[in-house]
């Protein structure tokens, strides 16, 4: 009978391990443009500069027209803007 215990214990904590690593998970991933922004700003200013968009295959043609405000920058909203990130490159 203690070794059910045990086994049953066990089977308990492994199955609340395994919802908190889901749960933590799911909180981090973020929208494919969330996750795909993330990646192009190397430096996570929260912006994408030239030299972020070159290291990521991304042409200046593209950078410019992605800079709808001119600033030499592509904010997260800006991205978003163009169909959640889809086509930059």
Known sequence: M????????????????LSAVAQDDTQTQGSGADSAFSVIDQNGDGSINKDEAKNSGISDRRFESMDSDGDGEVTQSEYEGQGSGSGWQ
């Open 2 to 17: 203690k070794i059910v215990s045990v086994i049953a214990t066990t089977a308990l904590l492994s199955l609340g391990t």
